[in-house]
């Protein structure tokens, strides 16, 4: 009975031919889904600035010394580190600090006359030199700068236009405050 179903077992194996096709259509196959497979890479962590990186990214900004140790709660530590994206978290107090932030450092770069305002504005030395162009042009010249400085990357025309209508709220009181509350808002955006 045991050489009756080994040799009909051999029968029943496909050729030597027929498995090299299965196996070349399988890897094709494999190959193919790989390729139109989407991908997913997963849940992304959004990135905050813990309280040292948040008082170095003002000052090298905008020349402001901002006490975020003082201002902010302690960050989390996760691993020993402080600055692991999946630890930071955005509590309601630590929201409320960024807003009450945010309106201290852009008053405080844009008070009127500041070396910090001067550089912002384009009016101090070495900076860019504003000619005669309008208003509503320079406006955006300086948010571009300041945002796509404050997001670390290049900004869209939208983000610009978001800006300049927030900047417009405060258009009656001159080009500074216009600056000051666009900064403010670029300050507690999730891009900063």
């Known amino acids: 009975g045991r050489r009756v179903r080994a ?3 051999q029968e029943l194996q496909p050729a030597p031919e027929e ?6 259509w399988v890897r094709a196959e494999l ?13 992304v962590t959004i990135r905050r600035l813990n309280r040292t990186e948040y008082a170095a990214t003002i000052r090298d900004l905008l020349g402001v010394e901002y006490k975020a140790r003082e201002e902010f709660p302690s960050d989390e530590v996760g691993y020993g ?13 630590l929201l409320e600090r960024y807003m009450a932030a945010a309106e201290t450092i852009a008053a ?6 500041s070396e910090p305002s001067r550089r912002i504005l384009g009016l101090a030395p070495g900076a860019p030199q504003a000619t005669a162009e309008p208003e509503e042009s320079r406006l955006r010249r300086i948010l571009e700068n300041l945002a796509s400085r ?6 869209a025309p939208e983000e610009v236009d978001r800006l300049a ?21 670029m300050l507690v955006s999730p891009h900063f």
């Open 31 to 43: 190959v193919r889904a790989d390729r139109e497979a989407r991908r997913d890479p997963g849940r």
């Open 150 to 155: 404050a997001f670390r990357r290049p900004v």
């Open 165 to 185: 209508s927030l900047a417009r709220v405060a258009e009656k009181d001159g080009l500074e405050e216009e600056v000051r509350l666009a900064l403010q808002g």
């Open 108 to 113: 405080e770069a844009m008070k009127p006359g």
């Open 81 to 93: 580190f402080d600055n692991i994206g999946d630890v930071l978290s955005l509590s309601p107090l």
């Open 7 to 9: 040799v009909a077992a």
């Open 19 to 24: 498995i090299e096709n299965i196996v070349r």
